[in-house]
């Protein structure tokens, strides 16, 4: 089973940034034959999980519209860690961030267990 552990969140200034962190575990045959995809979703009380931004294997990263420009996602294969760097954080960013992954062409189905983001305005 893949495990997902997500870190980094906490309580920030509006402007502010802060840096998420995934580490990837497990999977049959070790992290690499078991997962392609990975990115961060976000989830705010009353609202569906939304995908914010993905990065696959090779690196590519896509991102939604709302942090286009001010998140960055990135991915270290080889220490298994994917990464979010969140700038000019703003307060409607508030939220709870997962980390997920995917075997490419499924929907994700691994995912970490949050981590708080609060943007104070």
């Known amino acids: 089973q893949v495990e997902l552990v997500e870190s980094g969140g906490g309580l920030v200034q509006a402007g502010g940034s802060l840096r998420l962190s995934c580490a990837a575990s497990?999977?049959?045959?070790?992290?690499?034959?078991?997962?392609?995809?990975m990115g961060w979703y976000r989830q705010v009380p009353g609202k569906q999980r939304a995908l914010i931004a993905s990065i696959t294997t090779a690196g590519v990263p896509n991102y939604g519209d709302s942090v286009k420009g001010r998140f960055t996602i990135s991915r270290d294969n080889a220490k298994n860690m994917m990464y979010l760097q969140m700038n000019s954080l703003k307060p409607e960013d508030t939220a709870v961030y997962y980390c997920a992954a995917r075997v490419s062409g499924s929907s994700f189905e691994y995912w970490g267990q949050g981590t708080q983001v609060t943007v104070s305005s």
């Open positions: 497990g999977g049959k045959g070790g992290i690499d034959g078991s997962i392609d995809d």
